[in-house]
Each structure stands twice: as C-alpha cells, then as structure tokens.
C-alpha cells in the first residue's frame, strides 16, 4: 500500500478538501453530535440507553454514512466533474496510485471528522475511557474505510454518485438492513457496528452482525470496490465535439 | 523525433460516428487539426491524447498504443480546452505538482525553465483562480511542457489570449517545432494556423478531407477555378485578351485590379507574362486571392 501511495497527489487532494467551503459541511455533523451528546448528557433522560441510541443509530447511521458521503464522493468527484483531472492523468502517475491515495486522503478524513468525534461523544456520554466509547470509535474507524472506498468508486462510476449515496444509506441501509437480514450483508453500517460492538458488548447499538463476518465482508467490499475503482479510471475518456 | 500513427481510426458514440475511418501520420514539425464545430478535430485529439479509445483502427505515439497507457505521457504533453485547473493552487505550485507527478530528477528547475518558456514568472506566485484566461492557457502550457516532451498536444490553445500573447505563443511553438518536436494543434483560428503550421489536416464530418500543404491542397483542388488579381498597365485590354484562353473562365475588373478566374493554374501561370508582353502591358502585381488557409478550409468544408 505505501509503495502505491502519491504525496503530491495526497497534498492536492487535501488542498483542494479544505480548499472549498465544502470543508465546512463535514465538519457540522460532527459537531451537531457532540452538542446533542452535550444536551443530552445534561438533561439525563431516565430509562432509555440514549447513548446507544444516539452514538450507534445516530452516530453510524446518519453522522458516519453522510459525512463519509460528503469526502468520498468530493476527493475524486469534484475532479471529474470539473475536468481538472485530467491534468492529473495526462501524467505516468499508475490509476492505482490515484485511486488509493484519494481514498486513503478521504478515510484519514472521516476518521478525523467522524470517528473522533464519537470518541468524543462516547466519553462524554459514559464519563470516561471505557468500553463503550472505544468500541464506537474501533467502529468508525472502520466505517471510514469502508465507506469511503465505496464512494470512491461511485464517483468514478457516475456523476450522481451522491444521490446513487444517498439511495444507498437511506433506503439500503437505514430501510432495508432493519427489515431484511440478507440485505445487512451488504450494510456498511452493519460492519461497522459489529466491529463497535464487538469492542462495546452494548445490546443498544442494535448490530445484526458477528465480528468475523462484519470484518470478513468489510475486508472483500472495501477491495471490490477499490479494485472496481482503479479499472474505471484506468478507462476515462474525455467526449469530443458535439457528444 | 516521435510520429503519430493513426490507421483506420474510427470512433462512435451509439449512431453517431464522430471519426470516420481515418488514416493519417503526423511527423516532427507543427500540424494543424482545422475543421468545423462537430467535425470530429477534439475526438481525434483525445484518441491521439489517449483519452478516447477508437471504436475500429490502431493509433500509436512512436511505438505505443495511446489507450491505457499513461507511459506515453513521459514523452507527450497535453493542453487541453477545458479551462478547469486547480484554481487553488498557485501557477507555480501546479507546474512543480506536474513536475514531480512526472518524476523529474529536479522539478524546481524545470518547473523554473517552464515558466520561463511561457513568460509567467511575474504571476506565478499568484493563485490560479487569478489569473485571466489566457494567463491560464499559458500555465497550461507550461505544465505540459514541464517533463520536456517530444509530442505535443494542444486543443485550441489560442483561446482567450490578446494578440501579444498569441503572437508570444506562436513564436513558442514554432521554435518548439524547428526543435523537431511534433507538435499538434486543433485551432478554429486559420490565421494564426496559416502562420504556424506546416502541415494542416481537415477534417469534415469525421472523415479527413485533405492533408498537407494548404498551399498545395489548393493546387490539387482543380474544380476549383483559382482567382487571382492583377494590377497592371492597362487592366481592361488584358482582360480582353485573357479571355481568350482555354485557362481562364472568367475575368472581372474591380476597383483594386483584374480578377482573374483560372481553371489550369500552370498554363495560366505560362501564358499569363507571355500576353502581357504581347500587347505592351506592364505587370505591377499579381496576388493570389483564394491561397489563404481560410479559402481552402471554406472550399473543403462546403464540397
């Protein structure tokens, strides 16, 4: 991986993320988690396992997957969309090297964006260092990964690659995964979750997955897609005149 | 030196045939790509660029195939039409990114000597989202020029620049071409065209309608009646006596001269002194009318 990893590509990417005001929109779900963990915290609400609630079903079902959407699809994307990839593939540099050097930017991203905050949120939430807290952060880590090798991919696939993003979380995952258990194996959400709750042993982060088949499905999703990924960008083409 | 081959190349989206069966060899030198809007210049250009994988037919740079093959991008340098850049980096900083995408030994130094080449050292700190168009156009440039290629690609490089930087890049590009770099432009603009390149080829309709000297595609296009003006001593008696010859179709006096319409450009050319001297009449100018490159693509275009 080291070897196929571009520094300069690495530092236009990372430029160009906090280059736009795009910068701004990842990083308000984050901070919208950590205030409500903040309210919440302070209210106190009696029964409910609200951390669960908010730092699993909110934490890895909005806060994650959107975030994740929002890196993912704008470290290649917005590229493609504005042509100026092509400076960047009129030169040697391998499409591999691209690939994953764009993905592993847009992970270390929504690492820093999401899964520190969880962490964040997680020791607020609990008080301390435990369990809990580390687990959702081990999940989200993971999430990052897997998430964004997927969106990588769909923004080389298609230039609606955050409407195909949004379909994908809100009615595959966050629909589908609750109703139809063969539909979780193909959940992101549900990987990282089982990765968390391995780690947390917290019944209210609801995970439907073991640790072996979420990291097991998280390990062969994030290849496929990147090596999906790469093929497509080894093929970009540039329409002519009229077409 | 590096020659572009293309044999049979043809490229289609669905129906619609964009390039059609074309089969062309580009050498050393400067070559304009002319050719209407929707004529097929800017799909040949990013098959040649590799952008574009033909539907039929092989094209190779030098040796290599164009298609997935970012190697050949160590000896050719692209600018292409699309203004977009990153605006967020600065003129400097995009060239030394492309410098060291390349992998050059020292890519401040060539990054230095590009910038240089295209005359942007004042601006070159400045972001790009600063820059005019044509101040663009020229970092373009100097990030294609940067690795020092043998082949170079230009898709209408002309656009948005002043006369003072047209004529700056034509003097560029020229020496470029004299260096025996082969150099491709595709440019709507036949002046500028006329002035650089050597060799032109058009294209109609994706298919190549002619390739070469457009002086000398102009010779070949015998329907073609050549026009010429003449100035002289006594306009109107050799017209009279013009008139007369299998060679020309038609005469007509204007204000600047004698236009001459002639169908057999040799024998014109023989009889034309031999008349003159016949019938006392002093030769002042004789100017071809339609030798321009804008008359020969117009002629193309419309047969």
Known sequence: MVGVFNGVVASITLRAAFGRRRALIFALPPLILILVTLVLKAARPPGTPWPGRILGDFGFSVILPLTALIIGTSVLGAEIDDGSIVHLLATPVRRSSVIVTKFCVGAALTMAFVAVPELIAGMIATGGAGRLAFGLFVGALAGSVIYNALFVMLSVLTTRAIAVGLLYVLIWEAVLGNFVSGARLLSVEQYSLGIANSIARYSALNAGLSLSTALIMGVIVTAATLVLATRRLSEFSLKGDAV | ?303
């Open chain 2, 1 to 303: 030196m590096t020659t572009i081959e293309l044999r049979n190349v043809s490229r289609w989206y669905g129906n619609v045939v964009a390039v059609n069966d074309i089969t062309m060899t580009i050498g050393p030198g400067v070559t304009g790509l002319l050719g209407p809007n929707g004529a097929g210049k800017s799909t040949l250009l990013h098959l040649i660029a590799g952008f574009l994988p033909p539907s039929r037919g092989t094209l190779t740079i030098g040796t290599a195939a164009a298609w997935r093959n970012p190697e050949i991008y160590r000896t050719v340098g692209l600018v292409p039409e699309r203004d977009s850049v990153y605006a967020f980096l600065t003129g400097a900083e995009f060239v030394r990114a492309t410098a060291r995408l390349h992998q050059l030994a020292d890519p401040q130094a060539a990054t230095r000597r590009a910038i240089a080449i295209v005359d942007m050292a004042d601006a070159q700190e400045r972001k790009i989202s600063t820059y005019s168009k044509g101040m663009r156009q020229r970092i373009k440039v100097a990030a294609a020029l940067v690795h020092d290629p043998e082949v170079l690609l230009l898709d209408e490089p002309f656009n948005g620049m002043d006369p003072r930087q047209r004529l700056h890049m034509i003097d560029l590009l020229t020496k470029l071409g004299a260096e025996g770099r082969t150099i491709l432009l595709s440019s709507h603009i036949l002046e500028e065209v006329e002035r650089l390149a050597g060799t032109i080829q058009v294209i109609v309709s994706g298919r190549l309608a002619a390739s070469g000297d457009f002086r000398a595609i102009r010779r070949l296009m015998t329907s073609r009646p050549h026009v010429f003006l003449v100035r002289t001593s006594d306009d109107r008696m050799l017209g009279s006596a013009l008139i007369g010859s299998p060679a020309v179709t038609g005469v007509e006096l204007t204000r600047g001269g004698l236009q001459v319409r002639a169908s057999d450009y040799g024998r014109f050319s023989r009889e034309l002194a031999a008349v003159a001297r016949d019938r006392d009449i002093r030769l002042r100018e004789l100017l071809p009318e339609d030798e321009s490159l804008e008359s020969v693509f117009a002629y193309l275009v419309e047969s």
